[in-house]
């Protein structure tokens, strides 16, 4: 249970139920978890990088990119990492060079097998 403003309000214990981070809508697990703009830059992205990092690392342990047993958490991956071994590459935050203009260029996550 997580003791939000919304919820605080609906049990009588506070007369406002706007978000003590933002202000702007009601305290809600939703909102703190998705909606919230103060934490949108940070938080929301930190959690999203650590979501992919646990598919990234899963998928390199599969492919032989990194030793069996490998914990996501022990990773520090910064930008632009590559890891690559037999035909199969693994980047992280990487810019690629397109030969035409397009908005999205650099892919959180990108996986190649040449097969």
Not at 43 to 61: F, M, S
Request: charged share 35%.
């Amino acid at each position: 249970m997580i003791e939000t403003k919304a919820w605080k309000k609906m049990r009588g214990l506070v007369d406002q139920d706007k978000c003590r981070l933002c202000g702007e809508s009601r305290e809600t697990v939703q909102h703190l978890l998705a909606g919230c703009k103060k934490i949108a830059g940070s938080e929301y992205v930190r959690r999203h990088d650590n979501a992919l990092k646990v598919l990234a690392v899963q998928w390199a342990i599969d492919n032989g990119l990194l030793p069996e047993g490998r914990k996501w958490y022990t990773e520090r991956w910064e930008r632009g990492k590559m890891i690559e071994n037999n035909g199969k590459k693994l980047f992280l935050d990487w810019e690629h060079r397109m030969r035409t203009s397009c908005t999205a260029r650099r892919p959180n996550l990108t996986l190649e097998d040449e097969k």
